[in-house]
């Protein structure tokens, strides 16, 4: 099965009460809402108690940041254990920031190539001058420099130890100020952990840094900045334009975008009063937060006919130096040769003229292939790496969740060369890392790989050895990943690798169904059975009724599916149908109780999300003073109750983001009337392929649903990738 490449986006629902369309997350987000605003009371969980706050706007969660949630290094899962991995990573880009030619002295106004771009900006935009006459290289392109081997330790990277609770002292300062500000002190454990126990007196000299937390609007901000500088704190103050700044592009990188134009960046900063968007922008480069890129200048002297003016992009560093630092690793190793090993013509034989021996074929000639399908693509990728360890190659297979992984050991027939892309990176799973930081194995084949956030891609492209093979499959028509980038789309589009479409179509008739959303058409089988039924419904109200009474009784009566192999999805948090209100209800049916563990009971489905992009489903085992005690994946975790609203919540009901990856047997997919502006092709293909045996519809869009699938694709993703794959590498 063949799609177009469609990638969604992600972010943080802010679920405001009695707002009546939920936000899909898609747009907002796969997890929940944010810390009180300034002002407001703390948030609630789903049973009520009170919520502690997200982690910082910066996406460094608590886990990221080293806190455990209570538990020891040996009871750390493998998505800690991966974070740490990246911050190997952070400091890996950190030390090329650190030694980048002719840095901008922080709190100056720009110079050199950031002061050209702006300049060429103002003059393209006043009509002085055409876009192609700026910034012209002294050669026809620019080569980019060979990324450095990567100072990476040759063990795997441990877990990091239990973080120590915040200082007191420094949370006491911090809540002093918080509440002299007039914002509530819940906030201060996540300005302690955003800006470090030096977070009063940073808040103080600039009271704009709250917008590092998550949930602060500017309006919080701009109050709290009147509340401790008074007439100082003016709409055109350096710090809050630059606050700002930082913020939008955070924003935007929630929703996928690694970078923004700048004449669209400078646009939103007027909308919040910003009187001189472009000295904002500055104060944020000189101060090291955000670049500046100016791609595809036509060469000097290309006058014949003019170019269209050429956007000057402004993206977050982190983001772009992992950009760059992930292309230059895919053009290592596209330029690599890989071996002659006899065996790869009869092995190709052995799987016949489908799909599954063109992979074969592709992998053997060429050291990165692009491989896209389905469900049932995911069996050729299996061939392929059966085959590879036939012919003697340390052959490994890794997939985006736990549930991908022990389907890939069944069609494998071994454990042993299946893995998470969590446990690969952080060392639990797979093969040790060499001297030089990169993995000791042959080939590797990345299922899911739409699910790779750029970040993510960086650490591991860079680390697959000279010489390997890296073959990158995933479905293009599913929703992309939870954090920043479009890895795999920008691939496919680039034409960077040569490209295997699997041929192999999902079997049944919710096979047939998902496949026809792919290409945009909404036609039910017609079997006579009951594998896709569609529930018309008039209300949010009835939708609800609808979908606890499939779950509870009509799905097990007809199909024999038990309620815990059932899966409602839904397309967002909130709303009068969103993942709140069906859990409460489902709650009540299967597993009623008091919620007296934060809003949790023993027997509960939960969904546990220790970081941005990270989930593992599970049921609530207990709870004590320690915190609440689950069970996900067949992993014992425990999270402390200073983190239970913010990284625990019910899951018979979920969003597409958070089931990427799992499958069910039977699933229920809601569409409330007023999700219609936020349907798109990518969310119901995404959530329909959940489905193995059963898939039912609660559809209370009407035609919106169709249309939907019909013509409105997932919103685009801006990125540099593409762009720089473009470019030969330095030979």
Known sequence: MSTEPAAGNTGTEEDAPGAAPPRAEEETGADGAGPPAAGEAPPTTEGGAPAAEDGDRSGDSTAEDG????????????????????????????????????????????TGKAAELLAAVRAVEQGERPAATFDAPASPVA???????????????????AAAAP???????????????????????????????????ELESDPWQLLRLAGVTPEHADAFARALLGAEAAPGDVRRGRALTVRLLEDAALRGHTVRELSELAAALGEHGVPDAEEAVQEA????????????????????????????????????????????????????????EDGWGPAAEAAGRGSAAELIRAAAAHPLVLHTGGEAGRAETAALVSAARGLGLRAFAAAHTA???????????????ALTVAGLLSGTQGPARDEEGRFALDLLVVLDAPQLGVEEAALLAESVPDGARLVLSGDPGVLGSAGAGRVFGDLL?????????????????????????????????RTGGHEVVVVPVRDPGEAVHRTVQLVTDSVPRALGVAPDETQVLVPGHGGAAGTRVLNAALKERLNPGPGRFGG?????????????????????????????RLECEGVPVRVAPADTGRTVRHAWALTAHQA?????????????????????????????????????????????????????????RHTRLTTLLSRPAEG
């Open 167 to 201: 200082d007191p002292a420094a949370l006491s300062a911090v809540a002093a100020l918080l509440t002299r500000g007039g914002a509530p002190e819940a906030l201060a454990p996540a300005a302690v952990r955003a800006l470090g126990e030096g977070a009063a007196s």
């Open 403 to 417: 549930e991908g992984r022990r389907a890939l050991a069944a069609l494998l027939g071994a454990k042993e060369p």
């Open 285 to 340: 480069v000189a101060e090291g937060d955000a670049l500046l890129f100016q791609d595809g200048v036509p060469p000097a002297g290309d006058e014949e006919e003019e170019a269209p003016p050429v956007p000057v992009l402004v993206g977050l560093e982190r983001y772009a130096l992992a950009e760059e630092s992930l292309a230059d690793a895919l053009g290592r190793i596209a330029a690599a040769e890989v071996g002659t």
């Open 67 to 110: 806190d455990a949630g209570g538990k020891t290094a040996a009871q750390l899962s493998e998505a800690e254990a991966e974070l740490a991995a990246q911050r190997v990573e952070r400091a890996r880009i950190a030390a090329r920031k650190a030694a980048r030619e002719e840095p901008v002295a922080a709190g100056t106004k720009l």
């Open 493 to 525: 589009a680039a034409r960077f690798a040569p490209h295997v479409v699997s041929r192999t179509p999902d079997p049944g008739p919710v096979g047939e169904f998902v496949s026809g959303l792919g290409v945009g058409e909404f036609e039910v089988p």
């Open 600 to 628: 949790f009971d023993p027997g509960d489905r939960i969904v546990w999300s220790p970081a941005p992009g990270r989930t593992a489903l599970g049921r609530v085992v207990g709870a004590d003073q320690e915190g609440l």
């Open 143 to 161: 080569p980019r420099r060979a990324a450095p081997p990567p100072p990476r330790p040759a063990e795997p990277v441990p877990a990091p130890p």
């Open 660 to 716: 990427v990856g799992h499958r069910w047997a039977a699933v229920v997919v809601v569409v409330p009337g007023d999700a219609v502006p936020v349907l798109s092709r990518a969310w119901f293909y995404t959530a329909a392929g959940r489905a193995e045996r059963h898939l039912s519809v609660v559809q209370g869009a009407g035609e919106a649903l169709a249309r939907a699938v019909a013509a409105r694709p997932a919103a685009e």
